[in-house]
Structure formats: structure tokens, C-alpha cells
């Protein structure tokens, strides 16, 4: 059985947005009005019929708690859903950490594939195709990108 387990990291501060992300962090910004910029990693997750998620919060991570739990509640009851925190009083020292410190979720999941996704990008992707190829060629692992023109590179994560 393919199972897939998508962790989301939804931790970080958004340092970019500047007083934007003073009281909530930046997968929590509100889109296009009654929306949230993680909204669409978690209907990216829903549509690619991905049924294990978890989204790791850190930074403001009650106020972005409060939202996953209302989110999952309206959206989707048959995910198995789980909110993951780095304990109180603590804080990931980063996105590898932030994964390192949720192996004993993934280990109790089980998954066959581990989907690694950002919390605070607005696209639209069915996941299904590249962990298809990614199984079809047997990777360790697989990251998925887009061209950007080289003067823009500097606003972006590059690879």
C-alpha cells in the first residue's frame, strides 16, 4: 500500500513581511479575503487524496493551532490530521530540525513516502504525479521546482 505522510512546516516568523507577521505567522496571513496562505498546501494535500498530514508550527503557533483545528473541522474530517509543536518552551532551531524532532510521528505513521512541504507558498500542484515518479524511479529523493528568471532568483529559494 502507498501510504503518504505530508508534513507541512508552518513555523516560521515571515521576517520578509515585516509588521504583517507581529501577531501571526506567515502560512496564517489572510488570501483573497476568508483565506489563509496555507490553505493551499492543505487543498494541494486534499485533492492528491493524501491522507496523513501533519503541520509542524512554531512561531505564534497557538494562534495558527486555533485555525488548523477550525480548517480541519470545515474541511476535512476523514484527514488524519495533527498540529505538531516543538514542546513548551521550546523552538526549532529550523526547518531540518523542525523535521529531525517529528521523526517519532513519521516512525508512528509509517509511510512509505514522506512529503515535505512549506506552509507558506501559494500554488496549486497535484502531488500524486511526482511521488509517482518518484516511486517510478526509484529516488531517494525527489524536490519539486520552477524556473524562475535569474534576476529574480534572489527572491526565492534557490536549488
Known sequence: MNTTLALILAGGRGK????????RP????????????IDFTLSNCVHSNIGEVGVITDYQRSYLSGYLTRWHMLNARSLNFRILEPGA???YLGTADAVYRNLGHVRATDPETVLVLAGDHIYKMDYTEMIAAHHRNGADVTVGVIRVPADQAYRFGTV
Open 89 to 91: 518552551g521550546s523552538s
Open 16 to 23: 520578509r513581511m515585516d509588521m504583517l507577521c507581529d501577531v
Open 26 to 37: 506567515k502560512p496564517a496571513l489572510p488570501f483573497a479575503g476568508r483565506f489563509r496562505v
